[in-house]
């Protein structure tokens, strides 16, 4: 069972979500790290989850529209945690771990080799990905294309969108060599395991009782609060 602490393990009280902190509690309890990536205004890539910094920090400013020094003396949610760069988790990490990285949706190809180039030096395993077919595609064209890249499903569409995303991801999208894995959010774990048998990650668990129904479907779990558990 491969279990991943989603954004690492945090409570957003004590310990801050995508932080130093985090990691370093997911990896003194042995699990695996889910991590989101951005882009700053100065092309650095960052640790942090949304596109606006004001969930966290109160200040209604987006990541792209900030160089990496305004961003990286915030104090988050009250506590003493930061915004880390990515270079900072790799070298925390050192590879003791499988990390699992999303890639959010402002990435350019020349920023995409950037990352290309970080992960060069980095010796452990890592997965790849999105959301976003766009970027995966990019990312299949360049060197990335070593590590297995997963695309993201999505729930939130409706009606007529949500027919036309259906047709593009399940029948089309999904069976592209270039996809190694399904990351798929639990609410669809069933309609996944109709149209493909490629190995599938589950998210996110958040009790045990999710995840003891969910492990019966797949051996990647990508959990969080009281669903993050080592099991048994």
């Not at 402002?106 to 790849?128: A, E």
Request: net charge positive.
């Amino acid at each position: 069972m491969n279990i991943y602490a989603h954004r690492g393990v945090f409570d957003n009280k004590k310990i801050v979500e995508n932080t130093i902190s985090a990691f370093k509690k997911a990896l003194l309890d042995n699990f695996n790290i889910e991590l989101d990536i951005r882009v700053t205004k100065d092309n650095k890539i960052i640790v942090f989850h949304d596109e606006n910094i004001k969930r966290l920090t109160n200040i209604d400013r987006l990541v792209r529209n900030m160089t990496y020094d305004e961003l990286k003396n915030i104090k988050l949610l009250n506590t003493n945690d930061r915004i880390p760069l990515l270079e900072e988790v790799l070298t925390l990490v050192k590879g003791n771990v499988t990390l699992l990285i999303e890639i959010k949706d402002n990435f350019s190809s020349n920023t995409l080799r950037d990352l290309d180039k970080l992960l060069l030096d980095y010796n452990g395993k890592v997965l790849l990905q999105s959301f976003n077919p766009i970027i995966i595609r990019k990312m299949a064209s360049t060197s990335l294309k070593r590590y297995h890249m997963g695309i993201l499903l999505t729930n939130n569409y409706k009606g007529f969108k949500r027919a036309l995303y259906e047709v593009f991801i399940y029948k089309y999208f999904i069976k592209q060599k270039s996809i190694s894995f399904i990351s798929s959010p639990k609410e669809l774990v069933f309609k996944v395991k109709e149209v493909t048998n490629k190995e599938l990650f589950i998210w996110t668990i958040k009790t045990i009782e999710e995840f003891i129904k969910y492990k019966k479907y797949s051996n990647n779990l990508i959990c969080e609060e009281k669903g993050i558990v080592k099991d048994k």
